[in-house]
């Protein structure tokens, strides 16, 4: 069975290259900056394709996208990578509920604890466990050998004018908007 193409030439249910939407934008809507729009969809791209490898390594540990974002904001919280539910739904954008439920499954998983705090028995407090640690550093190890990998190409000097470049575009963001470094599920 050929491959079954559309008019342009692209196959039917593949993405077409960014050349090929680019130019599509641009016949509908002939005010687009073609450059600019090749980065930002070069952007997206790359990021929700990271995303699947990195959910793929995730899974491969036993452990979903969801908690390795806890866990990396307990690491992040730093030793002894304690942490108070409500702020970490903060951190990751999420409803008190949503938090809780996750904490849950991930006590029950051997990932965290969750213990009341001696110094005040009203507050809990969400501790990373040296299994949870372990997945996170097992998840690094992944993580760093596909980022090498994606990289490979690019020399240090370009590594570093990137990473620069991508801090300046995410200040701005950042600056224009504050409230959505969370999940936007309001604005769903």
């Not at 452990?63 to 990396?72: D, G, M, P, T, Y």
């Not at 299994?131 to 994606?150: I, P, Y």
């Given at each position: 069975?050929?491959?079954t193409?559309?008019?342009?030439g692209?196959?039917i249910?593949?993405?077409?290259?960014?050349?090929?939407?680019?130019?599509?934008?641009?016949?509908?809507?002939?005010?687009?900056?073609?450059?600019?729009?090749?980065?930002?969809?070069?952007?997206?791209?790359?990021?929700?394709?990271?995303?699947?490898?990195?959910?793929?390594?995730?899974?491969?540990?036993?452990?979903?996208?969801?908690?390795?974002?806890?866990?990396?904001?307990?690491?992040?919280s730093?030793?002894?990578?304690?942490?108070?539910?409500?702020?970490?739904?903060?951190?990751?954008?999420?409803?008190?509920?949503?938090?809780?439920?996750?904490?849950?499954?991930?006590?029950?998983?051997?990932?965290?604890?969750?213990?009341?705090?001696?110094?005040?028995?009203?507050?809990?407090?969400?501790?990373?466990?040296?299994?949870?640690?372990?997945?996170?550093l097992?998840?690094?190890?992944?993580?760093?050998?596909?980022?090498?990998?994606?990289?490979?190409?690019?020399?240090?000097?370009?590594?570093?004018?990137?990473?620069?470049?991508?801090?300046?575009?995410?200040?701005?963001?950042?600056?224009?908007?504050?409230?959505?470094?969370?999940?936007?599920?309001?604005?769903?």
């Amino acid at each position: 069975m050929g491959d079954t193409s559309d008019t342009n030439g692209a196959a039917i249910g593949s993405e077409p290259s960014l050349e090929e939407q680019v130019a599509a934008y641009q016949r509908e809507f002939q005010d687009l900056d073609p450059q600019v729009e090749k980065v930002v969809s070069a952007l997206s791209r790359l990021n929700r394709r990271m995303n699947v490898a990195y959910g793929r390594q995730t899974a491969a540990l036993g452990i979903s996208n969801a908690e390795w974002e806890v866990l990396k904001a307990l690491v992040l919280s730093g030793a002894p990578y304690r942490m108070g539910p409500s702020d970490l739904a903060k951190r990751l954008g999420l409803t008190p509920a949503a938090m809780t439920h996750r904490i849950d499954r991930m006590v029950t998983e051997g990932l965290v604890t969750r213990e009341r705090d001696e110094q005040n028995r009203v507050r809990v407090i969400v501790e990373l466990t040296p299994e949870g640690r372990g997945k996170w550093l097992e998840a690094m190890r992944l993580a760093s050998v596909f980022e090498a990998d994606l990289l490979q190409d690019l020399s240090a000097a370009e590594r570093g004018v990137l990473g620069e470049v991508l801090t300046r575009l995410l200040r701005r963001v950042e600056h224009a908007q504050p409230d959505a470094g969370g999940r936007l599920s309001d604005l769903d």
